[in-house]
């Protein structure tokens, strides 16, 4: 069954469409002309304040661009040892030092964390790679500032690695693009924003987001997007979103830019729970009336007074096939084949695989009842555990795997198995 959801993070007071609408330009500036709604004077004026600000500390101070064109790498940069001096083979260095295009390589390091003592590790560069190790790799931000900002227009992208216990008032407490950010088998995980004046307390992107076999997860003090927020075209794929939190809107994710610019939401075999939001899209939440699919997910047992696991600001049809959402707000039009029953998730562990992940009870009813219309190889926790056993696809990021015959004797339990 899923974990308990934890009380939202400050006294609620009667909200109404308004003040969702008031959120739609948080990462992304003023807010547009909200249309007239119902009950305006309900909205809570000290609470639409806090979202000004939020807009201002929302964008961080960008530095200015080198006015030449930086060179294009390529290259494979090592990093050496685990310590955050800026000497010679330290990550803070080597990123220092790369050239957009390269890739920061830190495989060879058989320590399990770099904790930063000099504040957040920064780039000007247009895309930048940063490779982990097979084994756990942490980078840390010890709860005094974000570990990444990235402040350049392509690409920053993300392998292997865990970033853990940053803080920015601003949002973004372990990562923040100014551009487009791809996380690939990797966490972000206890993070916080200022919930004044936060926005995605885990990851905040002013474009692209890709979480590619990645989890967010204990991410929290936000307004809106505890887990993550993002602007542009959000793909989700074989990832999990759990047990972050949002103090307004969107707990795991929530998505603030217009079709206009180019906002999209694209949730695929992934799993969306025991989030919350203290007043709507306890798991998801959508500002804007913006091209979205869901395919193969699970989006339940996340927390919100309202559209507690996907909800929007604007009345939306939802396109895709074979999810399971429990509770969705009542602008939303989802599949005709979504199933609404509990999806028996067990709670989020270790159960294989680079990252952790919400196996399945072996009576859920999202057993054999997904589809991988992508042709995933495997599900979210990579090789050695494949997308499609069984019957079909299971819906969410977690496929119930056939028994190994070791273990058909029952002395030993293993998530996982069938």
């Given at each position: 069954?899923?974990?308990?959801?934890?009380?939202p993070?400050?006294?609620?007071?009667?909200?109404?469409?308004?003040?969702?609408?008031?959120?739609?330009?948080?990462?992304?500036?003023p807010?547009?002309a909200?249309?007239?709604?119902?009950?305006?004077?309900?909205?809570?004026?000290?609470?639409?304040?806090?979202?000004?600000?939020?807009?201002?500390?929302?964008?961080?101070?960008l530095?200015?661009?080198?006015?030449?064109?930086?060179?294009?790498?390529g290259?494979?940069?090592?990093?050496?040892?685990?310590?955050?001096?800026?000497?010679?083979g330290?990550?803070?260095?080597?990123?220092?030092?790369?050239?957009?295009?390269?890739?920061?390589?830190?495989?060879?390091?058989?320590?399990?964390?770099?904790?930063?003592?000099?504040g957040?590790?920064?780039?000007?560069?247009?895309?930048?790679?940063?490779?982990?190790?097979?084994?756990?790799?942490?980078?840390?931000?010890?709860?005094?500032?974000?570990?990444?900002?990235?402040?350049?227009?392509?690409?920053?992208?993300?392998?292997?690695?865990?970033?853990?216990?940053?803080?920015?008032?601003?949002?973004?407490?372990?990562?923040?693009?100014?551009?487009?950010?791809?996380?690939v088998?990797?966490?972000?995980?206890?993070?916080?924003?200022?919930?004044s004046?936060?926005?995605?307390?885990?990851?905040?992107?002013?474009?692209?987001?890709?979480?590619?076999?990645?989890?967010?997860?204990?991410?929290?003090?936000?307004?809106?997007?505890?887990?993550?927020?993002?602007?542009?075209?959000?793909?989700?794929?074989?990832?999990?979103?759990?047990?972050?939190?949002?103090a307004?809107?969107?707990?795991?994710?929530?998505?603030?830019?217009?079709?206009?610019?180019?906002?999209?939401?694209?949730?695929?075999?992934?799993?969306?729970?025991?989030?919350?939001?203290?007043?709507?899209?306890?798991?998801v939440y959508?500002?804007?009336?913006?091209?979205?699919?869901?395919?193969?997910?699970?989006i339940?047992?996340?927390?919100?007074?309202s559209?507690?696991?996907?909800?929007?600001?604007?009345?939306?049809?939802?396109?895709?096939?074979?999810?399971?959402?429990?509770?969705?707000?009542?602008?939303?039009?989802?599949?005709?084949?979504?199933?609404g029953?509990?999806?028996?998730?067990?709670?989020?562990?270790?159960n294989?695989?680079?990252?952790?992940?919400?196996?399945?009870?072996?009576?859920?009813?999202?057993?054999?009842?997904?589809?991988?219309?992508a042709?995933?190889?495997?599900?979210?926790?990579?090789?050695?555990?494949?997308?499609?056993?069984?019957?079909?696809?299971?819906?969410?990021?977690?496929?119930?795997?056939?028994?190994?015959?070791?273990?058909?004797?029952?002395?030993?339990?293993?998530?996982?198995?069938?």
């Amino acid at each position: 069954m899923p974990g308990s959801i934890s009380p939202p993070l400050f006294t609620r007071t009667p909200l109404v469409a308004s003040l969702a609408l008031a959120l739609g330009g948080l990462a992304t500036g003023p807010a547009h002309a909200a249309p007239r709604v119902p009950d305006q004077h309900l909205v809570d004026t000290t609470l639409q304040a806090r979202l000004e600000t939020a807009r201002t500390f929302g964008r961080r101070a960008l530095p200015r661009k080198h006015s030449a064109t930086l060179p294009e790498g390529g290259a494979i940069l090592p990093v050496t040892h685990c310590a955050d001096d800026g000497s010679s083979g330290s990550l803070r260095e080597v990123v220092a030092t790369a050239a957009s295009g390269d890739t920061v390589d830190l495989s060879a390091l058989t320590c399990s964390s770099i904790t930063l003592t000099q504040g957040a590790i920064s780039t000007n560069l247009d895309s930048l790679t940063l490779r982990g190790p097979d084994s756990p790799l942490v980078i840390d931000g010890s709860g005094n500032a974000s570990v990444l900002a990235h402040y350049g227009a392509g690409i920053l992208r993300i392998e292997r690695l865990t970033l853990a216990n940053g803080y920015y008032v601003g949002g973004g407490g372990c990562v923040f693009s100014q551009a487009n950010l791809t996380l690939v088998a990797s966490t972000v995980r206890d993070c916080r924003g200022n919930e004044s004046y936060s926005s995605g307390a885990g990851v905040l992107v002013l474009g692209d987001l890709t979480l590619e076999s990645s989890t967010l997860s204990g991410n929290s003090g936000a307004i809106a997007g505890g887990g993550a927020t993002a602007d542009g075209a959000v793909v989700v794929r074989n990832s999990t979103i759990s047990g972050n939190a949002a103090a307004v809107l969107g707990g795991g994710l929530y998505h603030g830019g217009e079709a206009a610019a180019g906002g999209t939401l694209t949730i695929s075999n992934s799993t969306v729970s025991a989030n919350a939001a203290g007043t709507g899209g306890g798991g998801v939440y959508i500002g804007y009336s913006i091209p979205t699919a869901l395919h193969s997910t699970i989006i339940a047992g996340n927390g919100a007074d309202s559209g507690a696991d996907l909800g929007s600001t604007e009345t939306l049809a939802v396109a895709g096939d074979h999810n399971l959402v429990m509770q969705a707000g009542p602008l939303l039009t989802l599949p005709g084949d979504t199933l609404g029953a509990d999806p028996q998730l067990l709670p989020l562990a270790d159960n294989g695989g680079a990252t952790h992940t919400h196996a399945l009870a072996a009576t859920s009813p999202a057993l054999d009842a997904g589809s991988n219309a992508a042709g995933l190889e495997f599900d979210q926790r990579g090789s050695g555990f494949v997308r499609s056993a069984g019957a079909a696809t299971d819906i969410g990021a977690f496929e119930l795997q056939a028994i190994d015959l070791i273990f058909a004797n029952g002395f030993e339990s293993t998530p996982g198995t069938r």
